[in-house]
């Protein structure tokens, strides 16, 4: 991976993949965009011990090799190098199927792009002239898809923190922390019921 800049132009709606990534440690989901005129970008989120992983990189390895020349069936057993991080060695890798997840994922993706990726990402339009936008917020989009798109939203962070499979155990060692988590948990329990219950007596 060159120090240089890269410079990507902001992917259209379509065109994205979404994988699920899993090390021995840490699980991400990876984002790959195949743009027209040859343009790709990679973007990876996720967790690593204590650290919030948001990398993009137009040339990311795998195993040494370009990841966009490999089929994900042959990233297991390399580590990932994107942006600033290198993974340990990849134990599973498979597509992303959740419409949600893909969904919500895809535009976190664009929104890295937008604010400049990992720092060597230079943002362009069209015309070549720098050009960053605002990240969308659901605020913009019109009822009722605004509370749809945080519904999705949650889903996904929920999703992240059931996947961390030791965290009840760690948070044994941090008692406010864990206060704060059970209490979070409820919540969140509360307001699903809540919003199931009103699904239901529609049916």
């Given at each position: 991976?060159?120090?240089?800049?890269?410079?990507?132009?902001?992917?259209?709606?379509?065109?994205?993949?979404?994988?699920?990534?899993?090390?021995?440690?840490?699980?991400?989901?990876?984002?790959?965009?195949?743009?027209?005129?040859g343009r790709q970008v990679a973007v990876?989120?996720?967790?690593?011990?204590?650290?919030?992983?948001?990398?993009?990189?137009?040339?990311?390895?795998?195993?040494?090799?370009?990841?966009?020349?490999?089929?994900?069936?042959?990233?297991?057993?390399?580590?990932?190098?994107?942006?600033?991080?290198?993974?340990?060695?990849?134990?599973?890798?498979?597509?992303?199927?959740?419409?949600?997840?893909?969904?919500?994922?895809?535009?976190?993706?664009?929104?890295?792009?937008?604010?400049?990726?990992?720092?060597?990402?230079?943002?362009?339009?069209?015309?070549?002239?720098?050009?960053?936008?605002?990240?969308?917020?659901?605020?913009?989009?019109?009822?009722?898809?605004d509370n749809v798109i945080r519904l999705?939203?949650?889903?996904?962070?929920?999703?992240?923190?059931?996947?961390?499979?030791?965290?009840?155990?760690?948070?044994?060692?941090?008692?406010?922390?864990?206060?704060?988590?059970?209490?979070?948990?409820?919540?969140?329990?509360?307001?699903?019921?809540?919003?199931?219950?009103?699904?239901?007596?529609?049916?």
């Amino acid at each position: 991976m060159s120090d240089k800049p890269l410079v990507v132009r902001p992917p259209e709606p379509d065109g994205w993949t979404v994988y699920r990534i899993a090390t021995k440690w840490s699980s991400y989901h990876l984002a790959v965009y195949h743009g027209g005129r040859g343009r790709q970008v990679a973007v990876l989120l996720g967790v690593s011990g204590d650290r919030k992983i948001n990398q993009a990189e137009t040339d990311p390895l795998v195993g040494g090799r370009l990841l966009f020349h490999c089929d994900p069936s042959e990233w297991v057993g390399h580590p990932l190098e994107i942006g600033k991080v290198r993974t340990t060695a990849i134990e599973d890798a498979r597509r992303e199927t959740n419409p949600m997840v893909v969904r919500a994922i895809t535009e976190a993706a664009a929104a890295i792009l937008a604010e400049g990726g990992n720092k060597r990402l230079v943002v362009e339009n069209i015309t070549g002239e720098t050009d960053i936008p605002r990240r969308m917020a659901p605020s913009d989009f019109p009822y009722p898809e605004d509370n749809v798109i945080r519904l999705e939203s949650a889903a996904h962070f929920l999703g992240a923190v059931c996947d961390r499979q030791a965290l009840v155990h760690d948070l044994e060692s941090f008692p406010e922390l864990m206060e704060r988590f059970q209490v979070a948990l409820m919540e969140c329990l509360v307001k699903v019921n809540e919003l199931g219950g009103r699904v239901t007596s529609r049916r």
